[in-house]
């Protein structure tokens, strides 16, 4: 399983960054996706998931109203917008996947590499 993230880089306080993430060598189509991020110094934390169809959507309280999951499977790949960015949102952003939402947040599914996101105020 591969997962390639893309779409970092600096932006002022309030501005917008769009990440990808291209997945391959899974079912894409029934695979959950999910995106994580660590900043310097700090654990490792969920920031939003996505099931299979894109029916259903969670997001970490601190990014709620903020930050937009979407998937196309046609494309295999799962998105991030994220808006009126924050410097606390600076973190490598790493996408992962699994065969479900819990198994996504659990952090025990699959990993790709990050991608910098930093904010600047």
């Known amino acids: 399983v591969q997962l390639q993230a893309c779409g970092g880089g600096l932006v002022q306080a309030g501005g917008s960054l769009r990440l990808s993430c291209a997945a391959s060598?899974?079912?894409?189509?029934?695979?959950?996706m999910g995106w994580f991020r660590q900043a310097p110094g700090k654990e490792r934390e969920f920031v939003s998931a996505i099931n299979w169809s894109g029916d259903n959507t969670y997001y970490r309280d601190s990014v709620k109203g903020r930050f937009t999951i979407s998937r196309d499977n046609a494309k295999n790949t799962v998105y991030l917008q994220m808006n009126s960015l924050k410097p606390e949102d600076t973190a490598v952003y790493s996408c992962?996947?699994?065969?479900?939402?819990?198994?996504?947040?659990?952090?025990?599914?699959?990993w790709g590499q990050g991608t910098q996101v930093t904010v600047s105020s």
């Open positions: 060598g899974l079912t894409f189509s029934s695979s959950s």
């Open positions: 992962a996947a699994g065969s479900s939402v819990a198994v996504v947040r659990g952090g025990v599914g699959y």
